[in-house]
């Protein structure tokens, strides 16, 4: 699965995930993405969702 987009360029202050300098990306099982923003000094955690997902009945 491709990731498109997630945050935008910004300080710790704004609203949103606000993103400076994240050379640093891990990911975990329960679907969530950590990333390192050194430029903010912060760890944000992203609970990963899709963005279309289909179910199908199996007959």
Same mark, same amino acid.
């Given at each position: 699965?491709?990731?498109?987009?997630?945050?935008?360029?910004?300080?710790?202050?704004?609203?949103? $995930?606000?993103?400076?300098?994240?050379?640093? &990306?891990?990911?975990?099982?329960?679907?969530? &993405?950590? $990333?390192?923003?050194?430029?903010?000094?912060? $760890? $944000?955690?992203?609970? &990963?969702?899709?963005?279309?997902?289909?179910? &199908?009945?199996?007959?």
């Amino acid at each position: 699965n491709l990731i498109l987009r997630l945050g935008k360029y910004g300080n710790i202050d704004d609203k949103g $995930i606000a993103l400076a300098y994240a050379p640093y &990306l891990a990911t975990h099982s329960d679907k969530r &993405l950590f $990333i390192a923003d050194t430029g903010n000094s912060q $760890i $944000i955690s992203v609970k &990963l969702n899709y963005h279309t997902e289909v179910v &199908l009945k199996v007959k």
